[in-house]
Structures are given as structure tokens and as C-alpha cells.
């Protein structure tokens, strides 16, 4: 039996817990640069604002039904997680973080009454950190995924599902008929793995429901479409067919891009971000203990902007041999910078992808002797990594970045940014 923890509204809710005020009221977070809508709570969602809408389009709302709009501050929607995560993992035996605001929790082997348990859990992470949550029980990930969102669209929407099932929904004790009933009133699309494309191509061969789906034969929906859908169509009969992890599987691929507050054209103001976002990138990769062997980099102007020239180019490069390190990878990084810039053009958007990734562990031979010995420059990464934990972001970082204290002409537009609550000395709330 498997349980998925969700954080409801994630980003508001972390913005409402040190901002009473904005409890009641319609919210969104801003993507970077205030860009679009990436969360918004209930209060938001009932004025019909969509994931991914433009800030400009809903900025009228401001004065109009008093929406609240706040850039994201992933600092602490970070440390919010990561504080969720600690409880949550108090509800069973084995952990599996799936994203920010979500987790399973392995429930196998564990006596009594569940929902109990669930509930004991749901009220310590609301009480200890403020967030409000929806818990699903089921006997796989699939199961577990849609019995949350049952207890999302319960406690949201009275009546689209029983109220009994509401912030808890434990479909493993649902007898075999509610069961049916509950699959019935799920959408085919809403099912987790499917999603919008695959959804309209089910309902066209006359798949509407999770109960529709449930009851396709396995083999013809591998023909049809993929194992992948072969997968969920037995995880909604209750075989397990996905694995639970409880360490994330090392990534393929590792990327950092951003979006320009302002259009540059300057190659120094380029320059130190292609730095800023390799130097991010190395850090990544050296979490996952892994080497990369191709590195590729990109700029581009906004294809927004029609009256301006538009030019967009990528490269990639290959390493002489693989490596975590960020003098090196930034080194790549910007030669290929050097080789794709054009002057004359306002850039609005640069990245850097670190490609072909392999286990640090992983040693391979060079020629190159004059080359510095690995172990002290794994040592000075590691020594920077620790400093930056603990001192902040940036606190030690490579000079083609910038000079601290320089204004960056390239550093996103964050014009409603929240304080860093729980990260920043100078951020603690204050009580009178």
C-alpha cells in the first residue's frame, strides 16, 4: 500500500503561511522575470485564471477582485519542501521525494487504520509549518496519484466526489463497487501518465473514464499506444508495475537556462551569465556525484519582440575528458559563447546543457600531463559547494561571473518577491 502526500497550492500556501493577509484572498506566483502564472490558489482559480497565463493579461484583476501576485521565490518554496518532507516521511517506512510539493510514502507491513495515521500526519505538517495537504492511499503509485486527486476535487468541489473522501481518500479500503463508481467520475485525461494528447486520442476509441481505461485489455493498449500506458492500465487494476524509488535515478542531462530580466547586448553581460548558469549546472551534477563529457550553450533573442532582429544559436563542444569541475566546464561553456555571439542584437534568453553524463566513479586515462591532479580539484569544488550552502548562493563564485555588488543587467525581474523567511537573517518575520 502506497501513500502520495501533496502539498495543496504549494508556492501560495508557503507565501500564506508568513503572510497572513494574503489568507482568503485570489493569489498567484509569477514564473521568472513575472513572467506568467505558475501557482494559484482556489480563490485564484474561481476567477478563471489558467496555469500559464500571461502576467499581462490578469494584471486588470490587481485592482479589479483584489489578486495578489507574487514572484516566485524558490529559496523558500525550497526550504518549505524540505521541511514538509521531514514529517511527511513520519507516515510510513520508506520514502520517495517526487517533486517539490509531492511524495510517496511506502505504507507496506504497517498495522492499524491508515486514514487514522494519514490524519494524524496531515494535521502535524499544517500545525508544525502552516501547509495544508491531501493525502491518497491506494495499492500502486497509479492508484495513489488519483486518490489524492479525489481528495483535492472532494474538499474543492463538493459533490463532484463524496465528501467522506475528502483531504483522505484510501481507495485500497473502497469496496469493489465504490471503487467503480469513483473511476467512473474520473476523466481518462485526469489519469496520472496520460495526459492531454494521449487522453484525446482514448476518447476518440471511445475511452472516456479511469473505468473505460481499467478495463482495456494490457496488451491492446501497449500495441496502441505504449508499455507505459500497458502500466497504468494494471496499476488501476492494482498490479504494481511502477517501481518505487526511494533515491531519484540519477539525470541524463543536466540543464540551467533563464530568461533576461532586460534585452542585453553586450558580450561581458553574456559572459558572466553563461557563468552564473554553468557554474549552477557543475552543481548540480556534482550532487549526483556524476562527470560530464559534452557541453553545449545557447542565446537567442525574444520572438516576442517582432520589430527587433531576431537570431538564435546553439553549439556543443566535447571535453577532452569527463569532469564536474566549474572552472572547466564554465571554460567550454564561454568559447562556445564567443563562437555563437553576434553583436547588433538584443538577447532575451541564454542556457547552458551538460550532456553525455556518466558516474563520477567512472575513471578514464589522459595523456595530458601537465594536467592538475583531479583530487584537488574535486577538494576546491567540494570546499566551494560547502561554502555556498552555507553562506548563500554565490557566496564564492568564479570572476568571469561579475563582481559582487555589480548590477547585473541580465538578473531576472523579481519586482514582487517575498523575504526569505526561513533562509535570511534579515528576512525572520517580525512580531510586535
Known sequence: MLALVDGNNFYCSCERVFQPRLKNRPVVVLSNNDGCAIARSDEAKALGIKMGTPWFKIRHLEEEAGLVAMSANFALYGDMSDRMMTLA????????????????????????????????????????????????????????????????????????????????????????????????????????????????????????????????????????????????????????????????????????????????????????????????????????????????????????????PQYSHSASIPLPSPTSDSAHITQAASAILKHIYRPGFKYAKAGVMLMDLQPATRRQLTLDLDAEMPENRVRLMQAMDEVNQRFGRGTLHLASAGTTGRHRAWAMKQERLSSGFTTDWTGLAVTF
Open 89 to 308: 516521511a513520519g507516515l510510513g517506512h520508506m520514502q520517495e521525494v517526487y517533486s517539490i510539493d509531492e511524495s510517496f510514502i511506502d505504507l507496506s507491513g504497517i498495522p492499524g487504520d491508515l486514514v487514522r495515521r494519514a490524519r494524524i500526519i496531515r494535521r502535524r505538517i499544517h500545525q508544525w509549518i502552516g501547509i495544508p495537504t491531501c493525502i491518497g492511499i491506494g495499492p500502486t503509485k497509479t492508484l495513489a496519484k488519483l486518490a489524492n486527486a479525489i481528495a483535492k476535487s472532494a474538499e474543492r468541489k463538493p459533490g463532484s466526489y463524496p465528501a467522506h473522501h475528502a483531504q483522505i481518500c484510501h481507495l485500497g479500503a473502497c469496496s469493489r463497487e465504490e471503487l467503480g463508481q469513483l473511476l467512473q467520475a474520473t476523466e481518462v485525461g485526469d489519469v496520472w501518465g496520460v495526459g492531454p494528447r494521449i487522453g484525446a486520442q482514448l476518447r476518440a476509441q471511445g475511452v472516456h473514464t479511469a473505468l473505460d481505461l481499467q478495463r482495456m485489455n494490457p496488451a491492446a493498449a501497449k500495441a496502441g499506444w505504449s508499455v507505459m500506458l500497458e502500466k497504468t492500465v494494471r496499476e488501476l487494476n492494482g498490479v504494481p508495475c511502477i517501481e518505487f524509488e526511494d533515491e531519484p535515478p540519477a539525470k541524463q542531462q543536466i540543464a540551467c537556462t533563464r530568461s533576461f530580466g532586460h534585452p542585453i547586448t553586450e558580450l561581458q553581460d553574456l559572459q558572466e551569465a553563461i557563468t552564473e548558469f554553468a557554474c549552477r549546472a557543475a552543481e548540480k551534477l556534482r550532487r549526483q556525484n556524476s562527470h560530464t563529457v559534452h557541453i553545449m550553450a545557447f542565446i537567442r533573442t525574444s520572438p516576442f519582440r517582432e520589430k527587433d
